[in-house]
């Protein structure tokens, strides 16, 4: 089946450093969701992309796309103590079904 | 004020016992959906519903049982069949099951079973 994978696992940067997460998928995907998870909270919809090559800003946050359609990143600059928390991506199961299957997530602290 | 409730937020049960985990939604979304997140795990997809009286199975169904009689309303049902019911779980909906709509998720539900 359809699997979607993330790196790093964890990352510890210091508040004012950039930080990037990468999505990557076994097949091709038509879109891709991005979720923030704060500790102790529920996942909150950040963003999706849908073309190829899509690149998309939220303030400090720049998503990312890739070509092939296959991978994605996020990258956080100058990142706050408010960026903490799990970011996961999400891609459709497959081209028929009906539901999305989360990445394992990217879990970010970040020192003051 | 609109959004996705579950309740309670913790639940304690003894081993054996079924328990029902609520979760209501006033977004008028069709589609609902229940996941499974363990510790430092990302979102494991159990059911999920597209409209009213029907329901599929998602990756780790075993165990567990849904109901949607009401468009609003997606209980979840923790039988004593799942193995390792432990686990926070979480409530999501969305406008439709379409690819290109967002979920919005409820505050979730930590369920520990001892």
């Known amino acids: 089946g359809q699997q979607v994978m993330q790196i790093p696992q964890y990352q510890h940067v210091q508040e004012g450093e950039d930080f990037t997460t990468y999505c990557n998928s076994s097949?091709?995907?038509?879109?891709i969701q991005w979720y923030k998870q704060r500790p102790g909270g529920h996942p909150v919809f950040l963003i999706q992309l849908v073309k190829s090559g899509e690149v998309k800003k939220q303030k400090r946050l720049t998503f990312q796309f890739g070509e092939a359609k296959k991978n994605s990143s996020l990258h956080i600059t100058a990142t706050q103590t408010t960026d903490v928390g799990t970011y996961f991506c999400a891609g459709p199961m497959n081209n028929y079904g009906q539901n999305f299957v989360f990445g394992p997530g990217t879990r970010l602290s970040v020192l003051p | 004020d609109g959004g996705i409730t579950q309740s309670p937020k913790y639940l304690f049960r003894k081993e054996g016992q079924n328990v029902t985990l609520s979760c209501e939604q006033n977004l008028n979304h069709d589609a609902m959906y229940w996941y499974r997140q363990d510790p430092g795990q990302g979102l494991r997809l159990i059911y999920y519903s597209q409209i009213v009286n029907d329901f599929q199975k998602g990756d780790i169904a075993e165990g567990y049982s849904v109901s949607r009689e009401k468009k609003e309303s997606f209980p979840l049902t923790v039988t004593s069949a799942q193995k390792n019911p432990t686990a926070f779980y979480l409530c999501?909906?969305?406008?439709?099951?379409?690819?290109?709509?967002?979920?919005?998720f409820g505050p979730g539900t930590r369920l520990t079973v001892t």
């Open positions: 097949t091709t995907l038509s879109n």
């Open positions: 999501a909906s969305s406008i439709s099951q379409s690819l290109s709509h967002e979920q919005y």
